[in-house]
């Protein structure tokens, strides 16, 4: 029997490893790296801490679960909507914090709201995949 990984996405070879914590956030809060082992982040995992070396860290990446199209190619999209959602974020803070919610709309305008959605849809699935150590419930 093949034990070999699969993508989640494809179902072809997982040959890709995705960060559990998004690259882009780690670089935004802690520059590009290397980080300092005594001043730079730490990442705590079953009670045990760890000083992470750089933002492209194995300690901050799944096991294999994608393969390099689906990880670099197909889920673009969703990281660059995942980015604009975050920036706009903190960029509106205050506000975000007061009324709390967000409307997609007001984050990626008319057209892409229904983008948006379905970023978030494909991202949901794939944290309850994750943490179900699977494939997903549903096709995209
Ligand atoms: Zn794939």
């Given at each position: 029997m093949?034990?070999?990984p699969?993508?989640?996405?494809?179902?072809k070879?997982?040959d890709?490893?995705e960060?559990?914590?998004?690259?882009?956030d780690l670089?935004?809060?802690y520059g590009?790296g290397?980080f300092?082992?005594?001043s730079?982040?730490a990442?705590v995992?079953?009670?045990?801490i760890m000083?992470?070396?750089?933002?492209?860290s194995?300690?901050?990446?799944?096991?294999?679960?994608l393969c390099?199209?689906?990880?670099n190619?197909?889920?673009?999209p969703?990281?660059?909507?995942y980015?604009?959602?975050?920036?706009?974020?903190l960029?509106?803070?205050?506000?975000v914090?007061?009324?709390?919610?967000?409307?997609?709309?007001?984050?990626?305008?008319k057209?892409?709201?229904?983008f948006?959605?379905?970023?978030f849809?494909?991202?949901?699935?794939g944290?309850?995949m994750s943490?179900?150590g699977?494939?997903p419930?549903?096709s995209?």
């Open positions: 093949n034990n070999e699969k993508c989640w996405i494809c179902g070879t997982a890709s490893r960060h559990v914590i998004k690259k882009t670089v935004r809060a590009r290397s300092s082992s005594e730079g982040p990442h995992k079953a009670g045990k000083t992470l070396q750089g933002p492209d194995t300690r901050v990446k799944y096991q294999s679960s390099q199209d689906c990880n190619a197909f889920t673009q969703f990281d660059l909507a980015d604009r959602f975050v920036d706009w974020t960029q509106n803070e205050e506000s914090l007061r009324c709390r919610f967000i409307d997609f709309q007001d984050v990626y305008g057209r892409l709201r229904g948006a959605n379905k970023s849809q494909i991202l949901r699935e944290l309850r943490a179900r699977g494939r419930a549903r995209f």
